[in-house]
């Protein structure tokens, strides 16, 4: 199969003019001009340009069926206390549960999204699904307690470690939810079940301001919001530590570590998640809803950290478009050049997640997960698709073209 477009975007490489991709069965065989080829094209998508499959790095596929129901005007505490809920709610409809995935997954596909860094509370349920989808993804257990001794801690983790459904596209990681839900011994013992299993690591870290009051001194909103939700346990014990330091001090970073979000770092916690080469999830359009301080991804750029792009849910967000985020940052962080911005919704998404060896990028010997996105006109710049509102038109996972519909 002999795909062409105006422009081959392989991301590791300059872009590629009147550009053709061959296939073989699941794989990129061979990529360059046109006029290089000696067979006809299968399909020539014309004035567009041709992309790996984008990679959402942070989402919550089970949420999809919250789109638009939350205030976030209210801030991140009374957005998250509604939120738990409404999950409460859901953890008793197993149909709603398996609606929301679903619905997920399509949208994330019709987007040009073909690898996610997924965050689930229900693995049992949410991966025989994932299993189905041809969505390359790493199910993050998503574990939360307080209080809780060593055989509760035990079989939470086991709990979110189920690996009956995982496989070669679906790969099984632990996600302690934060530092304000998870104590100091339970992040070790989600980091130390990690490092045993060989399993990827996602933490939601200093998402907010109140983080850093709460482990530092105990103190704040979500102290607040942790007892009226029962779950307060009197024998906690301040850290004085930052976010980014009690994790860093309980094992928690790494080099398969995934920061969700990081909206609220020091330079001193920026040398940290460098030294510990840890990734950052970088979620500009919830960032944004938020209202949060500028984040610092220039400055972790800067320090060598692999900063990716997520969506976060669509609790806190419009769709589950990469695309999107892109657009979003090539208007608000204009200063930084579309190279890298689209390096972090493809490239280093993948080697976040793992999955670098198989996609991020295109290259012969790497699986054929790729975007298709027409350009505004004939005689646009490659860029020009990130300062258009065109949806992708084509979106194949190991070469086989999606449903855009499906």
Same mark, same amino acid.
């Given at each position: ?244 330091? /009690?994790?860093?001090?309980?094992? @928690?970073?790494? #080099? &398969?570590?995934? *920061? $969700?979000?990081?909206?609220?770092? +020091?330079?001193? !916690? ?30 972790? /750029?800067?320090?060598?950290?692999? @900063?990716?792009? #997520? &969506?976060?849910? *669509? $609790?806190?967000?419009?769709?589950? +478009?990469?695309? !999107? ?39 012969? #010997? ?41």
């Amino acid at each position: 199969m002999l795909l062409c477009a105006r422009y081959i975007v392989p991301v590791d490489r300059p872009p590629i003019e009147n550009g053709a991709i061959l296939i073989e069965d699941e794989r990129i065989a061979a990529l360059g001009t046109a006029a290089e080829f000696s067979q006809p094209a299968t399909d020539d998508f014309g004035d567009a340009v041709l992309l790996p499959g984008l990679v959402n790095a942070h989402t919550h596929l089970e949420l999809t069926g919250f789109a638009g129901q939350i205030a976030l005007s209210l801030g991140f505490v009374p957005w998250i206390r509604t939120l738990a809920g409404k999950l409460l709610n859901q953890n008793a409809d197993t149909d709603a549960l398996q609606t929301a995935v679903e619905d997920g997954i399509r949208q994330s596909l019709r987007a040009g999204v073909t690898t996610l860094g997924d965050i689930t509370r229900n693995p049992a349920s949410v991966r025989p699904i994932l299993s189905r989808s041809p969505i390359r993804t790493v199910s993050f257990g998503e574990v939360i307690g307080i209080g809780l001794g060593r055989d509760r801690w035990a079989r939470r983790l086991d709990a979110a470690a189920c690996m009956n459904h995982t496989g070669v596209k679906l790969r099984m990681g632990i996600s302690p939810h934060a530092p304000y839900t998870v104590e100091p011994d339970g992040l070790r013992a989600c980091a130390a079940r990690a490092r045993c299993m060989s399993s990827p690591l996602c933490i939601h870290v200093a998402e907010t301001p109140d983080e850093e009051a709460f482990t530092r001194r105990l103190e704040g909103g979500l102290v607040e919001l942790l007892k009226g939700a029962g779950v307060w346990d009197e024998a906690m014990v301040s850290s004085g530590l930052s976010p980014l330091q /009690l994790c860093d001090q309980t094992g @928690v970073l790494g #080099g &398969t570590t995934l *920061l $969700a979000h990081a909206n609220y770092v +020091s330079d001193s !916690d920026i040398a940290i998640i460098a030294r510990r080469d840890a990734s950052v999830a970088y979620c500009p359009r919830t960032h944004a809803a938020f209202g949060h301080a500028p984040h610092r991804f220039r400055d972790m /750029l800067a320090a060598g950290i692999n @900063v990716c792009l #997520g &969506t976060d849910s *669509l $609790a806190s967000n419009p769709t589950l +478009s990469i695309l !999107d985020e892109l657009r979003f940052l090539r208007q608000y962080a204009a200063d930084v050049s579309v190279d890298v911005l689209l390096r972090m919704g493809t490239r280093s998404g993948a080697m976040a997640l793992g999955f670098e060896e198989n996609c991020g990028t295109l290259r012969a #010997g790497k699986v054929a997960d790729l975007v298709v996105v027409p350009l505004p006109s004939a005689r646009a710049a490659w860029d020009a698709f990130l300062e258009d509102s065109a949806e992708p038109i084509a979106v194949y996972v190991a070469g086989r073209q999606t449903s855009l519909l499906g």
